[in-house]
C-alpha cells in the first residue's frame, strides 16, 4: 500500500496512540507542523478509503479511528524501496551507514550483535 509521508507520519501517531479522534491527532501533528484541521480530517478520510484505518467508536459527534494495518506490514516494503533507490538492492551499505554514521546506545550494538547471531546460526555458520 503506497502512502505519501504526510499520510505514513499521521499511520505513525495512530500505530503508537491505538486508536484516536482526528482533532487528537490534528493536535499532535500541530506541535510539529503548520497545518490546518481540516487538512488533518483529509488525510484520515483518506486513510480509511485506502483501508489503513477504520471507525472503531463514535461518542457523541466524535468519531474515532483504529489501524487496520499493522506497522511492519507499511514498513518493510518502504524499507525495501528505500535499499532499492538508495543502496541499488544491496544492504550491506546501509547497514555499514548505520553501525559508522549514527549514534548507537551499546544496547543498541547489543541487539544488533544478537539480530547478526541468529543469521549467523540461521546460514548453518
Known amino acids: 500500500m503506497a502512502l505519501s509521508n504526510f499520510e505514513l507520519e499521521v499511520m505513525q501517531l495512530f500505530w503508537q496512540h491505538k486508536e484516536a479522534s482526528a482533532p487528537q491527532i490534528h493536535k499532535l501533528v500541530a ?3 503548520d497545518v490546518k484541521y481540516s487538512t ?5 478520510d ?10 472503531s467508536k463514535t461518542l457523541g ?3 474515532f ?3 487496520t494495518t499493522e506497522k511492519q506490514s507499511v514498513s518493510v516494503p518502504l524499507i ?3 535499499i532499492n533507490k ?3 538492492g544491496k544492504s550491506r551499505p546501509l547497514a555499514a551507514h548505520i553501525l559508522e554514521q549514527e549514534e548507537l ?3 543498541d550494538i547489543e541487539y544488533l550483535e544478537s539480530i547478526l547471531k541468529e543469521r549467523k546460526k540461521d546460514l548453518g555458520k
Do not use: C, H, N, W
Not at 488533518?40 to 484520515?44: A, L
Not at 483518506?46 to 471507525?55: A, I, N
Open 31 to 33: 506541535q510539529t507542523r
Open 40 to 44: 488533518v480530517k483529509t488525510i484520515i
Open 46 to 55: 483518506r486513510l480509511e478509503k485506502k483501508g489503513s484505518l477504520k471507525r
Open 61 to 63: 459527534r466524535t468519531i
Open 65 to 67: 479511528y483504529a489501524p
Open 80 to 82: 525495501k524501496d528505500f
Open 86 to 88: 538508495v543502496f541499488l
Open 105 to 107: 546506545s551499546m544496547d
